[in-house]
């Protein structure tokens, strides 16, 4: 099977082998941001565990088959089917439940080159309707991130900056080496610091090198990281609003002193909504010009 690689350049894998490492909310929220300064933006949710549509806000509404769609496409070669416009400009590849049958399917087929290509098949006829297009993928499940990488054009590997984030990050180096036969133009966007302290400066310049050291280049760490904010994450994930809706909901929202002299209801949107939307307003121009830089790069390669 033939992947014309050239459908697909604005594809990119959001991944780390590692549990919890920020995969899905750098997704939702850099999509988001990404659709709403008006490109046209396809997410791709490859995680078992649905949670793209904790953080989109469609789990179980009358759109969330569970990945039954996307399994079917990945595992039949049926045609992908994106919803469209859970946001202006945003559409989605739901995942869910049914995609742990897909990956078995995946990973038991003979035509392991086939297998491997599932996604870059399903994606490459719908490639021509967006501008940019992120794979949330899960943690584990070898055969649902190998098809994710071997659909990319970019890595974009979230990853706490805790003393584990070495070994995460000889994790991902492994997992992108194993597509290199099938995707030799895979290259890797960033490592993006996620659920940084405040105050850590000392931490976040210790995660720094040692995800240089891992991954044997200076210039893989992104300058935007992605705050700690519990309260954020807990409101975004339990409204199904991304940072920058619940920040507009925050700044809409009634003054302490309305609420004390109950003018106003409380339980609005928290007020640390606002810097961590700062963060990822930062993340997603940072990508954008990452790849665009990399195009005007590439265009004059080419010979006239
Ligand atoms: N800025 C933040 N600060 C602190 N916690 C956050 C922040 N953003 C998200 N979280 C929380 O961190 C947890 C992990 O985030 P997320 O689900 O994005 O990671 P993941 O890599 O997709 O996880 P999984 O490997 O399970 O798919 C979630 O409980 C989420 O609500
Ligand atoms: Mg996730």
Known sequence: MEIDRSLLTRVVAVINGK????????????????????????????????????????????????????????????????????????????????????????????????????????LQPLSEQYDLILIDCPPGIEALQTAAAAAARWALVPAKSDASSRKGMLDVARRLDAV????????????????????????????????????????????????????????????????HELEDEARKGPAWWQIRRGEAAAGGAPRTASGVAEDYHALAAEIVAKITDAEAIQQQEVPA
């Not at 210790?206 to 280049?217: C, D, P, Q, T």
């Open 180 to 243: 290199v036969d099938l995707n030799p133009g895979l290259d890797l966007l960033g490592v993006v610091l996620f659920g940084t302290g405040s105050s850590a400066h000392r931490i976040k310049e210790e995660a720094r090198a040692r995800i240089v050291e891992a991954l044997g280049a200076e210039d893989v760490v992104m300058q935007a990281t992605i705050r700690h904010s519990e309260a954020t994450a807990h409101a975004a994930r339990e409204r199904g609003q991304l940072v």
């Open 19 to 122: 549990g919890g490492a920020g995969k899905t909310s750098v997704t939702a929220n850099v999509a988001g941001l990404v659709a709403h300064s008006g490109f046209r933006v396809l997410a791709v949710d490859m995680d078992p565990q649905g949670n793209l549509g904790e953080d989109l806000g469609y789990t179980q509404s009358d759109v969330d088959d569970q990945g039954r769609a996307l399994a079917a496409a990945l595992a039949f070669g049926q045609p992908g089917t994106p919803v469209p416009s859970v946001r202006p400009n945003l559409d989605v590849m739901i995942g869910g439940h049914h995609l742990d049958a897909a990956a078995a399917a995946l990973a038991a087929a003979k035509d392991q080159t086939a297998a491997r290509l599932a996604l870059a098949r399903v």
